[in-house]
């Protein structure tokens, strides 16, 4: 039965006094994926139309630019993402001369994942993109919510990451920091 005067997004969703509330909702753990996937939405599309890059991509990229060289299971580990995923932008990277792949020279069954410096340079073009985008919803918060925020967010991170046996949450757990390797 179709209801008068109200919107199919609003029709279909019920008064709020119908339904129960679940506690789930009122959880941070389901905020903050909810989060994520608000911000996958809204900054996704404009990073691919500004850089040519996924998410994914875009992700492997910022991590290669810190820990490279990498192998896909490092990538994995660090990204916490699966490995389908990590390969597809692997590969992609490579494709586009972002990235090349190596075999490793102290397990030659594992190939080692490099940034190059086409993929230096495109991460560095991209860096500015994702600082608007950082300030735009810091702009919603006091200077000392944004401290807060992030002091929140890397103590969760970590305990998580160990509770998992994952090592550290920022992404550093085995692997070469580029710069270091580069000497």
Same mark, same amino acid.
């Given at each position: 039965?179709?209801? $008068? ?9 019920? $008064?709020?006094? @119908? ?5 789930? &909702?009122? !959880?941070? #753990?389901?905020?903050?994926?909810? /989060?994520?996937?608000?911000?996958? *939405? ?14 994914? =991509? ?9 820990? !490279?060289? !990498? ?5 994995? +580990? %660090?990204?916490?993402? @699966? ?18 792949? %190596? ?9 080692? #994942?490099?940034?190059? *410096? *086409?993929?230096?340079?495109? &991460?560095?073009?991209? #860096?500015? /993109? %994702? ?5 735009? +919803? ?6 000392? =919510?944004?401290?807060? /925020? &992030?002091?929140? /967010? ?7 990451? =160990?509770? #998992?046996?994952?090592?550290?949450? @920022? ?7 580029? %710069?270091?390797?580069?000497?």
């Amino acid at each position: 039965m179709a209801t $008068r005067g109200k919107s199919k997004a609003t029709a279909g969703a019920g $008064r709020a006094g @119908d339904r129960k509330a679940s506690p789930a &909702h009122r !959880s941070f #753990i389901y905020k903050i994926g909810i /989060l994520r996937r608000l911000l996958d *939405r809204y900054s996704g599309a404009q990073l691919t139309v500004q850089s040519g890059l996924t998410l994914a =991509e875009w992700r492997v990229l910022t991590n290669l630019y810190s820990f !490279s060289p !990498s192998t896909s299971r490092q990538l994995c +580990l %660090r990204l916490h993402a @699966d490995k389908a995923e990590v390969s597809r932008a692997c590969a992609a990277l490579i494709a586009r001369g972002y990235a090349s792949r %190596r075999i490793d020279p102290q397990d030659r069954r594992s190939a080692l #994942i490099v940034i190059t *410096r *086409r993929g230096e340079r495109r &991460h560095d073009e991209i #860096i500015p /993109l %994702r600082q608007t985008l950082q300030r735009e +919803l810091e702009a919603l918060l006091t200077k000392t =919510e944004v401290a807060e /925020l &992030h002091r929140i /967010l890397d103590k969760l991170m970590q305990y998580v990451a =160990e509770k #998992i046996g994952v090592g550290s949450a @920022d992404g550093a757990t085995s692997g070469t920091r580029r %710069r270091a390797a580069r000497g």
